[in-house]
């Protein structure tokens, strides 16, 4: 999508994010970097402000989480920007606040157009939803 | 989930919402009503904070809000609560800040444990999202 | 994909099929037409070797009719042909031999290379599979 | 489901299948066993009989081999019998006849009655088709 940042300092020093995208950022942010024998992973904490009213991580925010972690796993196929065809995922298991999330994944496909992700999202190492997408590249079949 | 609330002055008087749900209170908050002929509605205004960095809305922000009108959909079949098994959605068009969000659905099956739901979120009347999920009553399946 | 052959004779007078898909072929055939107020309408009869070990339907027969179905009902998007991208089903209630199967549906998107379907599968007129899936115009994406 | 059956002689010697499930055999027959490091492997060879009108491998063809998949991998788990809640298939490329069909995959999450499992099919050992689902216990939630 736009350019991403790297963190200078902090906790996250090191790690990736997109500043301009405004939801992420809000409900984030969200971070990533490549890791060695893990390819990229994506990461953040959930806090009380990502629950629901139940008291745990709403679906919404996983798949939020997972949209944006499918780009972060595809960035090297979507330069010149993608948008989601389908997400789907299944939820494994509740999480709690204080949680360490963490997303990896691979691109199962790339074609010339339509981009194939499927990842993992852990609560604490722990499962916590699994997910599969696919992108397409822009200004083709979504525009307007 | 837990206990809505009807919104009782304003452009939303009449409308129901879950206040106790931080995540969807941050990200909308939503409503929802039920209105002849057209069943349960949900709905809220895309503003900017809900935007990517392509200045459309983002993937995760549909998704919330599709995981919010299922269960205000299926409401009647959930009232000792319930969570998310799977949720898909193919993405039909983009959206841009300002638009009215509505979606609408039903529920294509309610067992003993598991409820089905699908709908159609829209943006100023045109389809946005299809979306389909799974849910199941709680302290089953997902629970710890 | 190819040309369909209209049936002139028989239970299935009228109806439409595609006698050079083999793997359909073999598996119902499945008919289609359409119908005032339906739309395209496809159907076939639930037999014994449509049958699990369990004795009820397979998903993997109500899935294959669930993706004729798409080609079906997105025919006229599809004339210089079209492969799937992704399809999902969630599975209703058990269907027995015997049962009058029938799938119906809409196109939720028709776009310059992708198209997004969603449909019913019902037995004997109860709900048992909702699909959703997305094709894509050929020679496109998925060759080879 | 029913009880797999070894078999004794010829090249599937030693693997296991389910003779009992009609449209499994009919469509197959599919077969699977349990390889060091891999897991449960699942295969079968693509004939033309498995191809549609474009003289690729149908999309239900997949996704039967799929769904059988699912079972093997979560044998273990659904001994008492199960039925598929849910399956999400996303088709990465196109399959000939002659090619060797292979699937593997893992549960995700087995809980006391969804269990959830992810998996890949492969033709000669490149992606074909990345798949998802949710399977329940029976006579559960959806009998009759």
Tied chains: 1, 2, 3, 4.
Excluded at 101 to 129: C, F, H, N, Q, S
Aim: glycine share 14%.
């Amino acid at each position: 999508m736009s350019t991403p940042t790297v963190i200078e300092s902090g906790p996250w020093a090191g790690w990736k994010t997109w500043p301009q995208d405004t939801f992420e950022t809000g409900t984030g942010p969200f971070y990533s970097r490549a890791e060695p024998g893990r390819g990229v992973v994506c990461a953040f904490i959930a806090e009380p402000r990502h629950m629901n009213g139940g008291g745990f991580m709403h679906g919404g925010c996983l798949l939020t989480f997972a949209d944006y972690a499918c780009f972060a796993i595809a960035e090297e196929y979507t330069v010149g920007g993608a948008v989601t065809v389908n997400l789907s995922g299944d939820f494994l298991s509740a999480v709690s606040a204080g949680a360490r999330m963490e997303a990896t994944g691979e691109v199962t496909r790339a074609g010339g157009r339509l981009i194939y992700i499927r990842g993992m999202i852990t609560a604490d190492g722990k499962p916590a939803l699994s997910f599969t997408s696919v992108v397409t590249k822009v200004n083709r079949d979504r525009a307007g």
